[in-house]
């Protein structure tokens, strides 16, 4: 223990002495560390708002699609664009099963919408009022529209809709058009909390009465089901159930899919891990090129402290003294540059967070990973300069000019 307090203080009191040096070779590990620290950290803040967004929708959310899904339990995005064998008598059926509390069926109805011939963007969902069980959200004006009103032509809009068409002016009891159709407005719902995922389709969605829309656009057909399901039946008798009830529906032909959160959250995660990881893993390189000149510095350094060395060895230091005491040198080196660079990443995760719509998580395994990595670099780049000190002879050490 003695022996490693006094490499650390010897190793402490040389890196001071040539603090600049000792700066110029830590800025590689800062950056380095700093840059993976904190794209982690944004990848990290993103997972968790996707999580959030989805478990939104509540754990006992399935959702039926078109089309069977891949091996990888994902829907093909292609069989979205036909016609749907999705149908009201999947819808009924559902709906009567043990274990699920209500089957809403959900239209897309492809178009803008228009205030005084003035465009706005969305996404006009044509469904039943239980879909505001399925996401319930406060409303900032009106309601929600009513069982009674299903063949009335009413809407309920999100905040972004609403804001583009109205502005600041009220918008319950006045219309907007979709696809050359007036509805009237009896609901604006609250906005969105900020969010990089997942809410710009909430916040951007208006919804109408489903049989209002087949009325006015002469049919339509059932784009998604979503199933609610109860929290104290087992869910995979609830699945196994409803997947039975389809098959019978649809003559024995899997031509649809059932999306649970699990598999949303998965898919979605294994992009963002990709993502993250090779992007981390890029910056990553700037830890070697950093480690690299680590290793030169300390070479300079065991070459500038030649005599020393052999003033050390000729009172008695043994060869694993000096290993000691340079390898101390480079993790100390490593390890400065990694908490520099952890709090500088620290700090800007504070700002991003403050300035945007990303929120970055540093996560404990984060600055484990850091320091250990850190570590790692100081230990593995700082071996060849110290068994090149504790090789040095001290008699030519010591004739060293």
């Given at each position: 223990?003695?022996?490693?307090?006094?490499?650390?203080?010897?190793?402490?009191?040389?890196?001071?002495?040539?603090?600049?040096?000792?700066?110029?070779?830590?800025?590689?590990?800062?950056?380095?560390?700093g840059?993976?620290?904190?794209?982690?950290?944004?990848?990290?803040?993103?997972?968790?708002?996707?999580?959030?967004?989805?478990?939104?929708?509540?754990?006992?959310?399935?959702?039926?699609?078109?089309?069977?899904?891949?091996?990888?339990?994902?829907?093909?995005?292609?069989?979205?664009?036909?016609?749907?064998?999705?149908?009201?008598?999947?819808?009924?059926?559902?709906?009567?099963?043990?274990?699920?509390?209500?089957?809403?069926?959900?239209?897309?109805?492809?178009?803008?919408i228009?205030?005084?011939?003035?465009?706005?963007?969305?996404?006009?969902?044509?469904?039943t009022?239980?879909?505001?069980?399925?996401?319930?959200?406060?409303?900032?004006?009106?309601?929600?529209?009513?069982?009674?009103?299903?063949?009335?032509?009413?809407?309920?809009?999100?905040?972004?809709?609403?804001?583009?068409?109205?502005?600041d002016?009220?918008?319950?009891?006045?219309?907007?058009?979709?696809?050359?159709?007036?509805?009237?407005?009896?609901?604006?719902?609250?906005?969105?909390?900020?969010?990089?995922f997942?809410?710009?389709?909430?916040?951007?969605?208006?919804?109408?009465?489903?049989?209002?829309?087949?009325?006015?656009?002469k049919?339509?057909?059932?784009?998604r089901?979503?199933?609610?399901?109860?929290?104290?039946?087992?869910?995979?008798?609830v699945?196994?159930?409803?997947?039975?009830?389809?098959?019978?529906?649809?003559?024995s032909?899997?031509?649809?899919?059932?999306?649970?959160?699990?598999?949303?959250?998965?898919?979605?995660?294994?992009?963002?891990?990709?993502?993250?990881?090779?992007?981390?893993?890029?910056?990553?390189?700037s830890?070697?090129?950093?480690?690299?000149?680590?290793?030169n510095?300390?070479?300079?350094?065991?070459?500038?402290?030649?005599?020393?060395?052999?003033?050390?060895?000729?009172?008695?230091?043994?060869?694993?003294?000096?290993?000691?005491?340079?390898?101390?040198?480079?993790?100390?080196?490593?390890?400065l540059?990694?908490?520099?660079?952890?709090?500088?990443?620290?700090?800007?995760?504070?700002i991003?967070?403050?300035?945007?719509?990303?929120?970055?998580?540093?996560?404990?395994?984060?600055?484990?990973?850091?320091?250990?990595?850190?570590?790692a670099?100081?230990?593995?780049f700082?071996?060849?300069?110290?068994?090149?000190?504790?090789?040095?002879?001290?008699?030519?050490?010591?004739?060293?000019?």
């Amino acid at each position: 223990m003695g022996n490693f307090r006094e490499n650390l203080a010897s190793a402490l009191r040389a890196l001071r002495e040539s603090w600049v040096r000792s700066s110029l070779t830590m800025l590689g590990i800062i950056i380095g560390v700093g840059s993976v620290v904190l794209l982690v950290a944004i990848g990290q803040g993103v997972k968790q708002d996707v999580t959030t967004q989805i478990e939104s929708l509540g754990t006992n959310i399935i959702i039926v699609v078109p089309g069977k899904l891949d091996r990888s339990g994902q829907p093909n995005p292609m069989s979205t664009l036909g016609i749907s064998p999705l149908t009201e008598q999947d819808v009924t059926d559902l709906g009567k099963l043990s274990g699920v509390r209500s089957a809403v069926p959900v239209m897309f109805v492809f178009g803008s919408i228009e205030r005084n011939k003035q465009t706005a963007s969305a996404i006009v969902l044509a469904s039943t009022p239980q879909i505001f069980d399925v996401r319930p959200y406060p409303f900032e004006e009106g309601r929600f529209f009513r069982k009674d009103e299903e063949h009335k032509r009413v809407c309920v809009l999100a905040h972004d809709p609403k804001t583009e068409a109205f502005g600041d002016r009220k918008a319950v009891g006045k219309s907007i058009r979709v696809r050359g159709v007036d509805f009237e407005v009896v609901g604006v719902l609250a906005p969105e909390k900020e969010s990089v995922f997942g809410a710009a389709m909430f916040s951007n969605s208006v919804y109408v009465p489903l049989e209002a829309a087949r009325d006015a656009y002469k049919g339509g057909q059932i784009n998604r089901i979503i199933i609610m399901t109860d929290y104290n039946r087992p869910p995979d008798r609830v699945i196994s159930a409803i997947k039975g009830t389809l098959l019978i529906n649809h003559a024995s032909r899997e031509d649809f899919g059932l999306l649970t959160q699990e598999q949303i959250l998965s898919a979605i995660y294994r992009v963002f891990n990709i993502v993250t990881s090779l992007v981390a893993g890029i910056s990553a390189i700037s830890l070697v090129v950093a480690g690299i000149g680590i290793m030169n510095i300390m070479l300079v350094t065991v070459t500038e402290r030649t005599r020393e060395i052999g003033i050390r060895k000729t009172v008695g230091a043994r060869r694993a003294d000096i290993f000691l005491q340079f390898l101390t040198e480079a993790v100390i080196l490593a390890c400065l540059g990694g908490v520099i660079g952890t709090t500088l990443a620290v700090i800007i995760c504070k700002i991003v967070a403050a300035n945007t719509a990303l929120k970055p998580l540093v996560t404990p395994a984060a600055v484990i990973m850091a320091f250990g990595v850190c570590g790692a670099v100081g230990i593995v780049f700082g071996l060849a300069p110290a068994m090149r000190a504790a090789r040095q002879d001290p008699i030519d050490a010591l004739r060293w000019e």
